[in-house]
């Protein structure tokens, strides 16, 4: 997983001509983003931080497995973290698997989630300015994504809103564990900005949500953690369809961002049961939820499942649908997938070409 | 479905208030139930009337169900010819905050499992339900109750306070495993968290959807933490939690653990493994198509013919009709869910299987 970066494996993976659906950038350093920050809102990050909800001033509740949870061979020559030197990404990554376009998602310090409500909005302006200068503008390959301050849903409809129609946004970029669950009302008028927009919603695992990480209490271990990633998505996708977010807004496409997939058959399943006894507690849920799941929902692939068997990723995919599959490769991060070979040939040629390009092309609309 | 000789894994005796706990309650709890008025301890994990807490045919004229032992009969054991059925008593004894209070619920509830349900029906058995509020008392509800062969497990909750891996709740599982008792986790919560890590949701059915990430994490934090290397005789059987999760689940969890092992250096084998050895789920819910050949696959995923038990779930409603088990299974399959691997998840049944046999 924690893969050294090798030169060019030759002409092949040069031509790929891949899409890569999430890809984190980096500040080079903090004074990066002062350009779109007030005076205050400069010092306070300076004062007081970013206040998440757990309980460390610097770094995560659980240790991470490598600095940063990023490749040893990430850093770049001139000092700066992972994923935060253009030059080296496009070194490790873009010309060296021939990246065709790739969405950027940035996680920190990005304003998500934050506690002050006004701080993490200014943050999260900041952040989209910022990757349109640092990343879209000299690259283009790049797309940026939309983020948004969303425990308060009516700053993140107005940053939305400013930047609805500007194409270099790919999607707006939520984090999977919010305040509470993310088909509360509280919420909608994220979902209706993005909609009205004609912009995907990407969730990308991680946030703090405040409460345990599991629900029978706080984990001990990171491992359990990263496990735990697919029951707080589970618990989201649950929330989005029964409180009938699809319903109320039926152009609404959601993206599962670093989450696995593996899992999302066996909710459908398990959902249609519980959707047909209790219908009659969410009658505003008119679509079986397995249906929804399919039409409404993409999943990138990296951290993939491995079954010990190929075929049981075959039936995977299958059940999911190869249209909703898009590929990405997390880089900067520890477990990295390489785009050369992260797909098993065993899924075919055609299933290849859409998880590797199609599926994000037309989900995002490049052409 | 010939269910004949079947061992139903799960089904559950319901009080129906305090009352019929009166009798089992020392004095001062008597007293203590009267005087401020606590009449009921339903857990909101099923509330009385929801749809999925009983089968309508089930329910009584007072609308609850499976509180009687003729009902229990007429309405599962006999129709099915179940040869043993354990009983899970889901009354909320976990809830409580009063850790003394819970412990005197507890051991009220296994006395009246013991008196009005074993001694009326040879086919019974039971889980020994304990307050995980106090691991002291907890351990002292097992020795109480383990010299009667009738009770087979030890009943925890899928949601507590902290993960079951913690090493707190080790001298639980010691004690489990001295007197051959699996740990049973049923789906349920104490409510001392949200039922998601991202807080409260709406509606009951998120509540019951949040069950199955539940056992994810217990599953998680049992092999992280290093409970079966150090309690190699443990079982834990997963109950009512629907299954079909499993496979994803121990894909994504191997994976971590082959890029993360390091944390943890005492998992010393991928947890696939560990939960092929140490774990068994109950088949109801078993949350998939009536599709024999996903179903197939689903069994082929899992990898594994010894870990499924059949359950009735009595009297949650999760069928119509007779009970059944997934469609698509082989003769083989079906007697190892439906007998044999039963016997060998309960040492205590082989026992009571043997000596039948003896006789």
Redesign the interface.
């Known amino acids: 997983m924690n893969v050294e970066h090798r030169e060019r494996t030759g002409e092949g993976a040069a031509r790929l001509g891949f899409a890569d659906c999430d890809i984190h950038p980096k500040v080079r350093r903090l004074e990066d983003l002062r350009p779109y920050l007030s005076e205050r809102w400069w010092r306070h990050y300076l004062t007081y931080g970013p206040r998440v909800r757990h309980g460390f001033a610097k770094g995560t509740p659980y240790p991470k497995a490598a600095p940063l949870a990023c490749r040893r061979d990430a850093w770049p020559a001139d000092g700066g973290e992972p994923g935060s030197s253009l030059e080296l990404m496009r070194e490790q990554l873009i010309d060296a698997y021939g990246l065709e376009f790739g969405v950027l998602n940035p996680l920190s310090p990005t304003g998500q989630g934050y506690q002050d409500a006004d701080f993490s909005a200014a943050m999260a302006s900041a952040t989209n300015d910022w990757q349109l200068d640092h990343w879209v503008t000299p690259e283009p390959r790049l797309r940026a994504s939309l983020v948004v301050p969303y425990e308060d849903a009516e700053a993140a409809k107005a940053e939305i809103e400013k930047r609805a129609g500007d194409r270099r946004f790919a999607h707006v970029l939520l984090l999977s564990r919010t305040a509470e669950p993310l088909g509360k009302r509280r919420y909608w008028p994220i979902f209706a900005a993005a909609e009205a927009a004609g912009l995907p919603v990407g969730i990308h695992v991680f946030g703090y949500s405040g409460w345990a990480m599991t629900n029978g209490g706080w984990p001990s271990f990171y491992i359990e953690e990263m496990t735990e990633h697919s029951a707080s998505t589970q618990a989201l996708v649950t929330s989005l369809i029964f409180e009938g977010v699809f319903e109320r807004f039926p152009a609404l496409k959601v993206v599962l961002i670093e989450a696995g997939f593996a899992w999302l058959p066996a909710l459908g399943w398990r959902l249609d049961r519980i959707w047909a006894r209790m219908r009659d507690e969410i009658p505003h849920v008119t679509c079986p939820p397995s249906q929804t799941i399919r039409e409404r929902l993409w999943v990138t692939t990296q951290p993939m499942e491995e079954p010990e068997r190929k075929k049981d990723l075959i039936d995977i995919v299958e059940w999911i649908g190869a249209d909703r599959i898009l590929f990405s490769s997390d880089y900067p991060h520890w477990d990295f997938d390489n785009p050369a070979l992260a797909i098993p040939p065993s899924l075919g040629p055609a299933v290849r070409e859409k998880i590797m390009r199609g599926n994000a092309r037309a989900l995002y609309g490049i052409a | 479905m010939n269910l004949e000789a079947a061992i139903d894994c799960d089904i559950h005796p319901t009080t129906g208030g305090v009352g019929p706990l009166l009798p089992y309650l020392d004095d001062y709890w008597h007293e203590t139930v009267l005087a401020r008025g606590i009449d009921s301890l339903d857990s909101i994990s099923y509330p009385p009337y ?3 807490t009983a089968r309508p045919d089930w329910r009584n004229a007072d609308g609850r169900a499976a509180t009687d032992v003729g009902r229990l009969r007429s309405d599962i054991l006999d129709p099915t010819g179940t040869a043993i059925a354990i009983c899970n008593c889901l009354f909320g004894v976990q809830l409580v905050f009063d850790e003394y209070m819970a412990a005197a619920f507890a051991r009220a509830l296994n006395a009246w499992i013991a008196a009005e349900w074993l001694d009326r029906d040879p086919r019974l058995r039971a889980s020994i339900v304990v307050p995980m509020q106090n691991v002291e008392a907890a351990v002292e509800e097992i020795e109480r109750w383990a010299p009667d062969r009738r009770f087979v497990q030890v009943l925890v909750l ?9 090493r707190s709740y080790w001298p639980i599982y010691e004690t489990a495993e001295r007197h051959k008792l699996p740990i049973g986790v049923h789906a349920g ?1 104490s409510y ?15 509540d ?3 069950q ?3 056992f ?3 599953l ?2 049992l092999i ?2 290093g409970v079966f290397a150090r309690f190699p005789g443990l079982r834990v059987v997963l109950i009512e939690s ?1 299954v ?2 499993l ?3 121990m ?14 250096p005492w998992v010393d084998r991928s947890p ?1 493994e560990i939960i092929r050895e140490h774990v068994r789920l109950t088949v109801q ?1 078993f ?3 009536h599709d024999p050949a ?1 179903v197939c ?1 689903l069994i ?2 899992i ?1 594994c013919d010894e870990i499924l038990l059949y359950a009735s779930d009595y009297p949650h ?1 999760q069928f119509d009709g007779a009970p059944g088990l997934p469609p698509g299974l082989t003769d083989g399959q079906m007697r190892k869910i439906c007998r044999d691997n039963a016997l060998s998840t309960y040492p205590r049944l082989q026992e009571a299987a043997d000596e039948c046999r003896a006789s």
């Open positions: 929801a749809p999925l899928a949601m507590g306070e902290v993960p079951l891996g913690r919560s001392r968290h949200p039922v998601t890590s991202i807080g409260w949701p709406s509606y009951y059915a998120e019951y959807a949040a199955a990430p539940a994810q994490g217990q998680a934090s992280t933490a629907g079909t999760w496979p994803a689940f894909w994504r969890f191997a994976k971590f653990w082959r890029g993360l092992r390091t944390e943890v696939p819910p949350d998939a198509p996903i696959r082929e995923q990898g409603w």
